[in-house]
């Protein structure tokens, strides 16, 4: 395959999920809903009854919300394979004469820029309701960096989910399914002292709260731990094995 | 080079232990409209699927517009277009945008990719909703945009699986027409369809499939010679079985139907006189044009009625 050509081809589709993000409103705003409640639930009904040590809650609370947000808006590649998948578009662009897993790549750029857009917002509603953030300019870069990889890692792993998956249904409760538990055993919206032994195992060492953690030493100066380096790290090799993994699925999936 | 824009030689596919294909073959004259004829689940949409290069066949040849399917898929998809059972549609750009978008796929230069999407949208009657997004498109208005975007690099091999499935009476005609006048303009086209009528109307060139197999082909009018003309039912008011041992054909009891499958004019003269002289009362005469189900009937001695039930439950 010529790359000038795929390069073309990843070109179109990304901007024809681009437009996407412009056209079909009610996603962004359904990816927004879910944490602007849990970020309200938390900082006004659970919030005062959480120890988090020298920090208020918001400012504990905001980089939870952040990459929770992040792993929503991510996860909505999973639908748009499917959907894709099922209305026949995957159909008609492998009768092209295109490298078809562009397709994918221009998913997971829309991620890229819809999460961009929505990390603003939820930083935005943040400022309103207390955050006070003490990062520099080169802090705020770092943050915008692992947020970047950290969609891109969840987008990836979404396309996957997607390819096999293949229905609208099936696609919600996967999302929910991994989305879920790995917000909630994270240090997102407690920290992981008080949880269970198990729980508290899985929880301190899983990506999430590396993330979580490297966001909120970098926006509000909490310790950070060997976090920084490891939430990289887990991104990287995630969209080292996940890329591969989706461009596999995709070619050799064949319509039932 | 050949005069064959499609070559189809010993096809054969199976999913798993299903055997869809079970070795087709047929041949499409440049400019010619073929037709495949069959019910539900006979192999229809899996012969456009890998004509398409969707799916590999397991055995077997094809060459559309002399590339060989299997071995330069990328040649083959480089001139055709393929218009799937449901329209492949982006819904949530404009049909001026999805035009545009497929023909940038086809790797045309953007000026002539909007240039060609403008004609195109003026021959399917689709200016005025060309700024509107897809997802507010009647379903007919789909068809057309679905049709439109496999047409936009003018490729020389059109696939129509189905393509009037579906539709409303006047969007059906409106899909004939169109594909027509894309055929007298040098167009291949190979279209499936469940619809005798449609096959007569539009095609040079008929073969009729049932479980993976070719069991008749030839012209409209070499077909209809095999199954003959007009079906002709007679609904008697007295004596149903000693109308059928009169005249002949099949009874239907419940309908109090006497139902031939070669019934022209002449056979109707003579089973009215013959009906007369036995003393059964008629009530009504009809005469209708060969369905799919009378070809099946004729060819198989099963309808494809039957034949998709029981389609339906092998895959139970």
């Known amino acids: 395959m010529n790359i000038t050509l795929a390069l073309h081809d990843c070109g179109i589709l990304t901007k024809r999920s681009l437009k996407h993000i412009i056209k079909n409103m009610d996603q962004l705003m359904g990816i927004l809903i879910m944490p602007t409640v849990f970020l309200l639930l938390f900082r006004y009904v659970f919030g005062g009854a959480i120890d988090t040590g020298g920090t208020t809650y918001i400012n504990f609370l905001i980089a939870g919300i952040l990459v929770q947000t992040l792993a929503f808006g991510a996860s909505t590649a999973t639908f748009n394979i499917v959907l894709d998948l099922q209305r026949g578009f995957v159909d008609r662009l492998r009768s092209l004469p295109i490298w078809s897993p562009s397709l994918l790549v221009g998913h997971v750029v829309a991620d890229l820029v819809r999460n961009t857009l929505s990390g603003i917002i939820m930083i935005l509603v943040g400022l309103l309701i207390g955050f006070r953030p003490t990062a520099s300019i080169h802090e705020w870069f770092l943050v915008l960096g692992l947020a970047l990889l950290f969609t891109l890692a969840i987008s990836w792993l979404s396309v996957i989910l997607g390819l096999l998956v293949r229905t609208l249904e099936a696609a919600q409760w996967a999302n929910f399914l991994i989305v879920f538990p790995l917000t909630f055993a994270s240090s997102a919206f407690v920290p992981t002292d008080n949880m269970h032994p198990v729980i508290r195992v899985f929880a301190e060492n899983q990506p999430f709260t590396h993330v979580i953690t490297a966001m909120r030493a970098w926006l509000v100066g909490t310790p950070i731990g060997n976090s920084g380096w490891l939430a990289f790290v887990w991104c990287a090799g995630i969209i080292i094995v996940s890329i591969p993994v989706a461009t596999w699925l995709f070619k050799r999936y064949t319509p039932k | ?316």
């Open chain 2, 1 to 316: 080079m050949s005069q064959n824009a499609i070559i189809v030689k010993d096809l054969k596919k199976s999913f798993k232990k299903l055997k869809v294909l079970k070795g087709i073959n047929f041949s499409v004259k440049k400019g010619n409209i073929l037709a495949i004829l069959g019910p539900n689940g006979a192999g229809k949409t899996t012969t456009v699927r890998i004509l398409s290069t969707l799916i590999k066949p397991d055995s077997g040849l094809a060459l559309v517009n002399n590339h060989d399917i299997v071995k330069e898929p990328n040649l083959v998809r480089a001139s055709i277009g393929l218009t799937g059972q449901y329209a492949a549609v982006d819904e949530y750009l404009n049909g001026e945008e999805n035009l545009e978008m497929m023909g940038r796929l086809y790797h045309l230069p953007k000026k002539d990719a909007k240039h060609r999407a403008r004609e195109l949208l003026k021959q399917f009657d689709l200016v005025d909703a060309s700024k509107r997004a897809v997802k507010t498109y009647s379903g007919g208005m789909r068809r057309r945009l679905d049709l439109a975007m496999s047409l936009i690099a003018s490729p020389p091999v059109v696939f129509l699986d189905e393509p009037t499935t579906g539709l409303d009476p006047p969007s059906r005609l409106m899909m004939w027409t169109t594909i027509k006048k894309l055929a007298a303009k040098g167009t291949t086209i190979l279209l499936t369809t469940q619809y005798m009528e449609e096959a007569d109307n539009l095609a040079n060139k008929i073969i009729v499939i049932d479980e993976g197999k070719v069991i008749a082909e030839g012209t409209s009018d070499e077909l209809k010679k095999k199954i003959g003309s007009e079906r002709l039912e007679i609904t008697v008011t007295g004596d149903l079985q000693r109308a059928a041992k009169v005249i002949g054909g099949r009874v239907d009891e419940q309908r109090q139907t006497i139902i031939i499958a070669q019934g022209g004019v002449e056979k109707l003269k003579e089973a009215l006189a013959k009906l007369e002289t036995a003393n059964v009362k008629v009530e009504s005469i009809s005469l209708h044009k060969p369905t799919l189900d009378d070809v099946f009937l004729t060819l198989t001695g099963h309808t494809a009625t039957q034949d998709a039930e029981r389609e339906a439950r092998r895959k139970k």
